[in-house]
């Protein structure tokens, strides 16, 4: 059985998809670790080359004998939830204002897309998490 490698640090961080340079936020993170920054960014920017203009969470594991591994997380929650109720920001006070309505359907859409970064056991625990996240917007969900 092969030895685990020890993690020497967990860096997370926002970037567009496919769209890795050398500058910040990845090289200043990253370089600082002492790791190859050129090839995180070959790696991260074909692996994620095909998902379109969308900005993505990228946690990278580095190891202590400078290798490292990463995992891209899909858009956020509330950006998909903000752009399927096409409004532009959440309400200031979710509980008087409510700015936009979403259907059952579009809710479902949304809590399928995200199903694999949720930690969430079935499609309805993900429909109630992002119909949750809805609300605290001020975006109220129809029957």
């Keep these: 059985m092969a030895e685990q490698k020890k993690v020497k640090a967990n860096i997370k961080f926002r970037i567009g998809a496919g769209k890795a ?41 580095i190891f202590e004998d400078r290798t490292f591994t990463f995992t891209v997380k899909g858009e956020p929650i509330a950006r998909l939830i903000k752009r399927a109720a096409g409004v532009d920001k959440g309400a200031g006070n979710p509980l008087k204002d409510k700015v936009a309505k979403l259907t059952k359907n579009q809710v479902r859409e949304i809590a399928e897309a995200k199903m694999a970064d949720l930690n969430a056991n079935d499609p309805e625990a993900a429909f109630k998490m992002v119909a949750g996240s809805a ?3 001020g975006i109220t969900v129809e029957e």
């Design 21 to 61: 340079t050398p500058a910040p936020p990845v090289g200043s993170l990253l370089g600082a670790q002492g790791i190859q920054t050129m090839e995180f960014i070959n790696q991260f920017n074909e692996q994620t080359k095909d998902m379109g203009n969308v900005e993505v969470a990228v946690n990278v594991a």
């Design 135 to 137: 609300r605290s917007m």
